[in-house]
């Protein structure tokens, strides 16, 4: 796949098929966020990847999965059967300083898990607190994020944005997803 097809096919997905995912795939999404940019090149960010039922079911109650769809409670058998956490060691670098650090390792990820037909959703509304002790993760690891992978049950739809960036579900259930127009993003200097 082309990055750039790629770029324009990914969607944020928020039900899944309960096929697990291989081990492979998910180490290949892994190095694809070691392989990232990052700043100064510290390299600060750890990855653990949850597929256990059990942990996954720790980390259930503690995801919000989609702010603009309140009414929306997604049941455990739509989630996702992998997650990757992403994680910041901070005897290499300060948590406040690597947003820009998980966000390139984060959309790595999210291209190649396209590339290999895997749905993604990039959690940050979640109880980081109660994660980390859920997984018994050391102190000096802080949570950035988590990626939630599998295959999707569901599409996404890209539309020009009229009226409000939210997101929502058409009839089928799939998601639609407004942006911006190029018109109103592309500022000629």
Known sequence: MEVYEAIKKRRTIRRFE????????????VDSARLAPFGANLQPLK???????????????????AGYLPDWDPSFEECPTAFIVIMN???IKPTDKTECD?????????????????????????????IKKALNIDDKYD??????????????????????????????GNVRVPKRPMSEVLIKL
Not at 48 to 65: A, M, N, Q, S
């Open 102 to 130: 998980s966000g390139a390792a984060v959309m790595s990820m999210c291209l190649a898990a396209e590339d290999l037909g895997l749905g993604t959703c990039w959690l940050g509304a979640i109880d980081r607190a109660e």
């Open 18 to 29: 309960q096929t697990p995912v291989p081990a492979n795939a998910l180490e290949t999404l």
């Open 47 to 65: 990855y653990g990847i949850v597929t256990d039922e059990d942990k996954r079911k720790l980390l259930f109650p503690h995801i919000k999965y």
């Open 143 to 172: 949570i950035t994020y988590l990626l939630g992978v599998g295959y999707p049950a569901q599409t996404g739809k890209v539309y020009d944005m009229t009226d409000s960036v939210k997101y929502d579900f058409d009839e089928n």
């Open 89 to 91: 060691d901070t005897s």
